[in-house]
């Protein structure tokens, strides 16, 4: 079966930095895959580039047996792509359910009202805070919101960058658990983490990111048990 | 009764400055950019309307209309033209670009419409009596206060309600993440030069009835006034701009008639430098910290 993403050989800068250099990877329906991989490695910009807010100079990705090319970010989404950025980027000055209807941007009004019923049921603590401003909320609110938020546009892909970062011990549970409910419930996941064993033991398969160059891929308890892995990213 | 004919006449002028400053306040807070050209645009909206009604002789209606679609198509042109391709520039050279396009609008409307000043025919004449006629009020002022509060209320309706309205809301606040939820960018703060520049031409009608001198640099002055109000009401806040140039306008009126005519603009703009030092962000503004 073809992969729902394919990444090919993709070469991304900023300006002269060389940012990401020749990375190809593919994700296949209804897996989680996982990016890990240290500070700077480059996860977050390989993320903002399937997304479309940046571009690569080579290479190609592939979603859905579409080449994406240099589409602008903001068509990308009606293909069925979401990203939850890094730090979270809720519209602070809008309410709860504010930030919901911007996640349904482009889909028709009719179906929105039974998509923040849904996001609700997932997020009963937003649906608690419906009215709040975003800015009110705690950090793992926030980021519960991101995520309600990019599901409200049905991806067919959710892409999550580093929806840990911040949090206490038993939210990171609760977020992790929630990635299990969707995977579960059959979304694709591409997941960008610092937390390498929370991030493995929930994947499917994984890549190692190093400066910019995929070192290596493996299914996630494969890459649990090696002993380099666990050296560089599990503490040992 | 004369303090209510000066509080009248400063709250019509501070209506003419808060419809300007709307303008200003929405391309500040969406673009991130002072468009210094804004006041030039009233200008072109105060000769397209003097044209159609004195020269093709149409209705004023009509004339308030073609010189709102003049303006809202100049002002999308501007901001393609002249600042679409700075978006990733230092905001200096967006500002320089600003005050560049502010001289060539004045220096255009010089060519196509020479320096002489063209008396304004107002839109609409005479005044309401009251108290026997102790107090006079100009029609003029009554329609631009209107005008003013409903332009406030439908904005404010459409930015807190309208999809677009808060799309333009989630761009003034991350740019970034509206993207991500599958928002043009480009295509809002295009519709955001447009609205704030179709609110440039009414207030260059209401300003033009009220005073009838139309001359190439007529629309500097209050656009920098206006630039000021929407300041002191704290700039990106809508209800800002709208306090800011009511209050703005009344105190020139006030500072005209009871201190000096020549020194009511020293006043104005000492006001704004005091209000400036106790609260930085402007009366209903927001300090947010740049990031960085
Ligand atoms: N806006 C930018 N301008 C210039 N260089 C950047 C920019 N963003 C990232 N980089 C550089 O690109 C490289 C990859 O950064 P990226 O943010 O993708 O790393 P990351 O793997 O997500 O790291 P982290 O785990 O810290 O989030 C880094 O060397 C970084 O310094
Ligand atoms: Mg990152």
């Known amino acids: 079966m073809e992969p729902i993403l394919k990444v ?14 020749g990375v190809s990877f593919e994700v296949n329906q209804g897996e989680i895959v996982t990016l890990i991989g240290a500070n700077g490695a480059g996860k977050s910009t390989t993320l903002n580039t399937v997304a479309g807010l940046l571009h690569s100079k080579t290479g190609s990705i592939t979603f859905l047996g579409e080449n994406l090319g240099h589409l602008p970010c903001h068509k990308t989404v009606s293909k069925g792509l979401a990203l939850v950025p890094e730090g979270r980027r809720v519209f602070l000055q809008m309410s709860v359910q504010e930030n919901l209807e911007m996640g349904a941007y482009t889909k028709p009004g009719s179906g929105v009202a039974a998509d923040l019923e849904h996001v609700y049921e997932l997020f009963p603590r937003l649906k608690e805070r419906m009215r709040q401003t975003a800015g009110t909320l705690s950090g793992g609110e926030q980021q519960m919101l991101a995520m309600g938020r990019a599901l409200m546009s049905h991806p067919k892909l959710l892409m999550l960058d580093e929806p840990s970062m911040g949090l206490a011990p038993i939210l990171v549970e609760q977020i992790f658990d929630i990635i299990r409910s969707l995977h579960k419930a059959g979304t694709t996941i591409l997941l960008v983490e610092q937390n390498a064993q929370a991030a493995l033991s929930v994947a499917d398969r994984g890549y190692v990111l190093e400066t910019g160059k995929v070192v290596t891929t493996g299914t996630g308890a494969e890459l649990l048990a090696s002993p380099i892995i666990k050296k560089a990213y599990l503490g040992g | ?276 030092l106790v609260k930085p962000a402007g009366l209903l503004g927001r300090y947010v910290p740049e990031k960085v």
């Open chain 2, 1 to 276: 009764m004369e303090f209510l004919s000066y509080l009248i006449s400063g709250i019509s002028l501070g209506s003419v400055y808060a419809i300007i400053a709307l303008g200003y306040t929405m391309v500040y807070g969406i673009a991130k950019m002072l468009n210094f050209a804004h006041g030039d645009i009233i200008m072109v909206g105060g000769y397209i309307s003097f044209c159609a009604m004195n020269y093709l002789g149409l209705p004023s209606i009509v004339g308030i209309i073609l010189a709102m679609l003049v303006c809202t198509v100049l002002g999308v042109v501007i901001e393609g033209l002249a600042y679409k391709p700075l978006r990733a520039a230092p905001s200096l050279a967006v500002l320089i670009t600003a005050i560049g396009v502010s001289y060539f609008l004045q220096n255009a409307a010089l060519l196509v419409w020479s320096a002489a000043p063209k008396v304004y025919t107002p839109i609409i004449s005479g005044s309401l009596s009251l108290f026997g006629g102790a107090l006079k009020i100009p029609y003029v002022s009554i329609l631009t206060v209107v005008v003013c509060l409903v332009i406030m209320v439908a904005l404010t309706a459409f930015t807190n309600m309208s999809k677009m309205g808060k799309a333009m809301r989630a761009c003034s606040e991350d740019k970034g993440a509206a993207q991500l939820m599958g928002i043009n960018v480009n295509a809002t703060i295009s519709m955001t030069f447009a609205i704030g520049s179709a609110l440039a031409a009414i207030a260059g009608v209401l300003l033009c009835s009220s005073y009838p001198t139309l001359m190439p640099t007529t629309g500097s002055m209050p656009g920098i006034k206006a630039f000021t109000a929407a300041v002191f009401g704290g700039i990106g806040s809508i209800p800002g701009a709208f306090l800011g140039g009511l209050l703005l306008g009344i105190i020139e009126a006030m500072a005209k008639a009871y201190i000096s005519t020549n020194l009511a603009n020293s006043i104005v703009f000492a006001v704004l430098i005091v209000v400036l």
């Open chain 1, 8 to 21: 090919d050989n993709i070469n991304v800068y900023y300006g002269s930095i060389h940012a990401i250099k």
